[in-house]
């Protein structure tokens, strides 16, 4: 009877332990299970996110790479990556990368695609190939748009950026060296206590000079270093190109004047001559007019998309700004404003001295100085002139002046209120020169 | 029947007894053993569930198939707090831009639940009503951090100042086995969506 009561009891207890014992296992493999799944599922992604990083950079060192990847073998997964073009016109990539990842009983599979642009530098509200380094970003300085410093940037106190910053080689920054300890070491030595000769461990502290930055600038777009974007050499002669190809070119002449009068262009070689009138729609289909070995000088409004340029050596090359250049339809009051404007100049970008120019200049566009910059004729010379109002952006190979300043007190020439058009981030006027690169503009994963 | 038999009937009387009391305590133990280890399971798989959540929508933030309808990706982040965020995104892939608005609800919003920390942790799309589920979030917190890789601080008045942040999510038992709720933490130490840098 007691038997059969401890065996019936014993395999009642058997029979409890393995039902909780078999819950138990269950839900351990459930829960390693679970873990696992998702790490193969971030295993599979970081193998995709890689393939494409690894395709951009291919993209970025040679805009014609298209070849992919095939079955590539990465971190215990394979790589598969696609290289298309979507748009032959606008010459736009698409890379997309499959990715495949072998986890425990199951295949994980992710995909990442990348959409790439050619990057032009109209996109920029302040692009600057040398930055002498008197010239510091300072608190008050704000730059709407992206912006790019070939170098470094020198930046004091607290300048605000609200567009993507990059830089090629950093950030200078204002501040001081301060002397700190950063470790040390106990060292013994002899030391004569109470008559006696003892040994003693003293400790060592060791010093270095630690550079404290004062300047706390504002990177309300984001920041990066190590971009090395430099001005091409072709810039100017593309420009040409275009003019030739559908635009219009003024050769031999010494000075034009533009004025856009809306729908309608006027033109003259001398000062003191008639104008010639045009409808700006036939007179450059493509939008671009060029002058070359030229000075040209404009002013007007500007109804459409244009690009004009002027080429030149010397004296020649300028552009001169003698009155408001400006849209027929501002973006900011309309949104919907198709009016676009580009200057390329050979040399610098100058707002004439003169009495039009005396008080406040507006002007509407982006403007790119190959082997000059954008300031204002006799900076130094000139009386208060007001603000320059400016709606666009500024490439330029070097930074010029314009004006001269005791405290907020204007001396000559003008103040800067500078203003990024945010259509020039994904509008560009005609053949405005490009960077030669990609840019990725929509990233999916 | 003599005093001998009444020993024995006590003796068996007491080990029964014993052998009773340890079957009631090994039911005890198994029943809350079983409960622990399930509720573990379930927030476990809760964490992962709303981890991958945060982290397919996080990184589409600034993302649109038609990129130019999101011209600039940094000022794509409408809204961030350290338990909520607003930023645009194209959630469906349709070329539209859509804002999502994750946010944590009031802990006196779940009462009903035994686990006084547990709350909702709503994801609203667009203008949608808010619905969230209760999946034993207790802890959302998202830290900040600016492209010199330093801590945002509160209120953010610029989000475009975003450059990667930290999401810390902390997932518990919504009930537990005498009041003791198990709880499962993740934390992603720098989300970088990717289209906030790509102009």
């Known amino acids: 009877m007691g038997g059969k009561a401890s065996i019936l009891i014993i395999l009642g207890f058997s029979a409890i332990f393995l039902v909780v014992g078999q819950n138990f296992n269950n839900l351990s493999v459930n829960s390693v299970d679970n873990f696992s799944k998702y790490y193969g599922k ?61 986890g425990y009983n199951e295949v994980y599979l992710d995909t990442v695609s990348v959409t790439f642009q050619p990057s032009k530098f109209s996109r920029f509200a302040y692009y600057s190939a040398y930055e002498p380094s008197n ?73 270095q000079q630690v550079w404290v930055s004062t300047a706390n600038p504002k990177f309300y777009g984001g920041y990066e270093q190590g971009v090395d974007l430099d001005l091409p050499v072709n810039g100017v002669s593309n420009v040409q190109t275009a003019a030739l190809a559908g635009g219009r070119t003024f050769s031999s002449k010494d000075t ?27 007179f450059a289909p493509n939008g671009v007019i060029m002058a070359n070995n030229s000075v040209l000088r404009v002013k007007g409004k500007v109804k459409g998309q244009y690009t004009i ?13 003698d009155d408001d250049l400006i849209y027929n339809s501002d973006p900011r009051q309309n949104p919907n404003s198709q009016d676009l404007l580009g200057m390329v100049a050979q040399n610098d970008i100058m707002i004439t001295d003169n009495t039009a120019n005396n008080n406040n ?85 | 029947m003599g005093f ?70 940094s000022k794509a982040i409408i809204l961030a707090d350290s338990t909520s965020i607003k930023f645009l995104t194209d959630i469906d892939n349709n070329g539209y831009v859509d804002t999502l608005h994750y946010y944590l609800g009031p802990s006196g919003e779940l009462s009903a639940t035994p686990n006084p920390n547990d709350r909702l942790l709503y994801r609203v799309i667009n203008s949608e009503s808010a619905i969230g589920a209760n999946l034993g979030v207790t802890q959302f917190r998202l830290t900040y951090f600016n492209s010199l890789g330093n801590t945002i601080n509160f209120p953010i008045i610029v989000p475009g100042e975003i450059h990667t942040m930290q999401i810390d999510l902390k997932v518990e038992n919504t009930s537990g086995y005498n009041r003791e709720y198990s709880g499962a933490f993740w934390r992603q130490i720098r989300l970088a969506a990717r289209n906030l840098m790509n102009r």
């Not at chain 1, 340029?309 to 001169?320: D, M, Y």
């Not at chain 2, 340890?22 to 622990?36: E, F, G, K, S």
């Open chain 1, 309 to 321: 340029g002027v080429s030149g050596t010397s004296s020649k090359g300028k552009v001169f700004i």
């Open chain 2, 4 to 73: 001998s038999t009444l020993i024995d009937i006590l003796g068996s009387t007491i080990i029964g007894g014993i052998l009773f009391m340890i079957l009631l305590r090994m039911n005890d133990a198994a029943v809350q053993n079983t409960y622990n280890n399930g509720g573990e399971y379930i927030i476990q798989q809760n964490l992962v569930e709303v981890v991958q959540l945060l982290e397919y929508d996080f990184r589409k933030i600034g993302y649109c198939k038609v990129w130019s309808r999101i011209p600039n990706p």
């Open chain 1, 361 to 445: 200049i507006n002007i509407h566009a982006s403007m790119y100085s190959q082997e000059g910059g954008f300031g204002s004729e006799n900076y130094s010379t000139r009386p208060p002139s007001g603000s320059i109002n400016l709606l666009g952006g500024i490439i330029q190979s070097t930074r010029r002046a314009v004006g001269t300043f005791s405290g907020s007190y204007i001396n000559h020439g003008f103040s800067k209120k500078y203003r990024y058009d945010d259509r020039l981030m994904v509008a560009s006027p005609p053949s405005f020169p490009g960077t030669g690169s990609f840019e990725i503009v929509s990233w999916y994963e």
């Open chain 1, 256 to 282: 034009v004047y533009l004025t856009f009068a809306q729908d309608s262009l006027r033109y003259r070689f001398s000062k003191n001559k008639k104008d010639t009138t045009v409808l700006g729609a036939t």
């Open chain 1, 135 to 207: 010239i510091w970003w300072t608190t008050g300085d704000t730059v709407w748009g992206p912006m790019h410093v070939q170098g470094q940037l020198w930046v004091n106190a607290s300048p605000v950026f609200f567009g993507k910053v990059t830089t090629e080689n950093g950030l200078y920054t204002q501040g001081y060296y301060q002397t700190v300890e950063v470790g040390g070491h106990w060292e013994t030595t002899w030391v004569k206590k109470k008559g006696k000769w003892v040994q003693e461990a003293i400790w060592v502290p060791e010093y």
């Open chain 1, 42 to 102: 971030t295993v599979a992604h970081n193998i995709a996110v890689s393939g494409a990083n690894m395709a951009a950079s291919q993209i970025f060192f040679s805009n014609e790479w298209s070849t992919g990847f095939s079955n590539v073998p990465f971190s215990g997964g394979m790589l598969t990556t696609v290289v298309e073009v979507i748009d032959s016109f606008q010459n736009i990539k698409k890379l997309t990368t499959y990715s495949r990842y072998t």
